[in-house]
């Protein structure tokens, strides 16, 4: 009976994990569509590869929030300017849709040996809303 128990808690831990790997995945595409028209949209080369990773690694599990790095671009990119164009493409996919999409926001900005790199949290879920509230502490 005991073996019975253990297994069925090993296989709804093992189907939780495939269901969050599906889900990040699917997240992180929406987000880096996003990133990439607003990256678009404010003028830089389609040319930069765009490349983004989880940084739930450090966090911890269900935080749909992305690192991103791309060469620093001429003349450079403001913040303010890139969340502009980040929530028009929220605000855009939400007048598609009857569903309010989940919004983006950008939790980290830097520019580090002719890299910019920056963090954008796709808040779809109430581990990402709290990941974004302790940022903003720090």
């Known amino acids: 009976m005991i073996i019975i128990g253990v297994v069925l808690i090993r296989w709804r831990v093992a189907r939780r994990k495939r269901a969050m790997k599906v889900l990040m995945r699917h997240n ?3 987000c880096d569509e996003a990133v990439s028209l607003a990256l678009t949209q404010l003028g830089v080369p389609a040319d930069h590869e765009l490349s983004s990773q989880p940084v739930a690694d450090v966090w911890g599990h269900g935080i749909m929030a992305f690192e991103y790095q791309m060469p620093k671009v001429t003349p450079p ?25 989940p919004s983006l926001v ?26 974004i509230q302790d940022v903003r502490r720090v």
């Open 28 to 30: 992180q595409k929406a």
């Open 77 to 101: 990119i403001a913040l303010d300017r890139f969340e502009q164009a980040l929530h028009a493409q929220t605000s855009a996919k939400n007048e598609n849709s009857v569903k309010l999409s």
């Open 106 to 131: 950008v939790t980290d900005w830097w520019v580090r040996d002719d890299l910019v790199h920056f963090d954008v949290a796709y808040v779809s879920n109430a581990a990402t809303r709290e990941y």
